[in-house]
């Protein structure tokens, strides 16, 4: 059973920068693929970015490209989520996912099947 932990989350003006960060317990971490989710209150929880098993393909929501960005270290077993220029609307509840596939180039969003407690991210306009 794997484990995620997500850190980094807190308080921000608008226009700031928080990085978030994903901690996976157990072994062949490598093998799979790494998501960010969100969900703000009242509402469902949405895809926000994705990297495959490898790190050479990513994923991102609409709302998030160009501001957002996501990448893996497999030797610490963490995914980090690099959120720039963040606007009171990206204010939700983060989580960390891991997909049920393994070694799979291709980014599912439907594929994630693990997930971490959560890190509130919380932007003032």
């Known amino acids: 059973q794997v484990q995620l932990v997500e850190s980094g989350g807190g308080l921000v003006q608008a226009g700031g920068s928080l990085r978030l960060s994903c901690a996976a317990s157990g072994l062949s971490f490598g093998w799979y693929g790494m998501g960010w989710f969100r969900q703000a209150p009242g509402k469902e929880r949405e895809f926000v970015a994705a990297?495959?098993?490898?790190?050479?393909?990513?994923r991102y929501a609409d709302s998030v490209k160009g501001r957002f960005t996501i990448s893996r270290d497999n030797a610490k077993n963490t995914v980090y989520l690099q959120m720039n220029s963040l606007k009171p609307e990206d204010t939700a509840v983060y989580y960390c996912?891991?997909?049920?596939?393994?070694?799979?180039?291709?980014?599912?969003?439907?594929?994630?099947?693990?997930w971490g407690q959560g890190t509130q991210v919380t932007v003032s306009s």
């Open positions: 996912a891991r997909t049920r596939s393994i070694m799979n180039d291709g980014l599912d969003k439907t594929d994630f099947g693990s």
């Open positions: 990297i495959n098993w490898r790190g050479g393909s990513t």
